[in-house]
């Protein structure tokens, strides 16, 4: 099947801080990705849609201007928390569309 | 909105079957899936189901679909220790595949020798 990867898989940064994470389609293209939330032992909770060349549509509730998504080409899609605060902290999922969902294997991101 | 429902925990013993219950709320719903989550682990497809279809067997899985009652179950036969883990019923209205997923609550699977 398709692949998606995620980089880092793992951050812990201090509050105030931004930080990145790279969702990539390996071997496809994709237009659109998907950025999820989940919080310990709860379900995925989308964030946002990621879209190639215009503005990510939020879910309703996301902060954009906390959670900055770039979709850069069409196989780079960016989240970025930005002024970063510990109840940030969670597992962020991306996913892109090929057939049928892809996931990626998620970043944990920890701030202090 | 969409709602979507499972149980919370399911406890079976190696090499019994295991069937983990999805309920939605949405009747338009278009494809229904099923992903498997081990801990601190993305989330891995292990089959879907169009609603247009009751069943669809593939291996050891068996995805069930009552459309009328809006209920979907998965059955892994020989449930074995490696199959611990966290399932998600998803469910979308796209008839694309470019679509989000409205996920379930979970179900945690623990598989007993």
């Known amino acids: 099947g398709a692949v998606v990867s995620q980089h880092p898989s793992r951050v812990i940064c201090k509050s105030g801080t931004s930080v990145k994470i790279e969702c990539r389609s390996l071997d496809f293209q994709a237009t659109t990705m998907f950025w999820y939330r989940q919080f310990p032992k709860q379900s995925l909770m989308l964030m946002a849609t990621?879209?190639?060349?215009?503005?990510?549509?939020?879910e309703q509730g996301v902060e954009k201007d906390k959670f900055l998504i770039n979709h850069a080409s069409l196989t780079l899609s960016t989240l970025t928390v930005t002024s970063a605060h510990p109840e940030d902290s969670s597992f962020y999922i991306c996913?892109?569309?090929?057939?049928?969902?892809?996931f990626g294997p998620g970043t944990r991101l920890l701030v202090l | 909105g969409e709602d979507v429902e499972q149980s919370l925990f399911l406890s079976v013993r190696e090499g019994d079957s295991s069937v983990i219950n999805c309920t939605y709320t949405d009747s338009s719903s278009t494809y229904l899936y099923w992903y498997k989550q081990e801990p601190g682990a993305g989330l891995q497809l292990l089959t879907y189901i169009f609603s247009n279809m009751d069943m669809k067997q593939d291996q050891r899985l068996t995805v069930l679909l009552n459309k009328k009652d809006k209920h979907l179950s998965l059955r892994i036969a020989d449930t074995q220790t490696g199959d611990s883990a966290i399932y998600f019923c998803?469910?979308?209205?796209?008839?694309?595949?470019?679509?989000?997923?409205?996920f379930g609550t979970g179900t945690r699977l623990q598989v007993t020798l």
């Open positions: 998803a469910e979308t209205q796209s008839t694309g595949t470019a679509s989000k997923l409205t």
């Open positions: 990621s879209n190639e060349g215009s503005k990510a549509t939020y």
């Open positions: 996913s892109a569309p090929q057939e049928t969902q892809y």
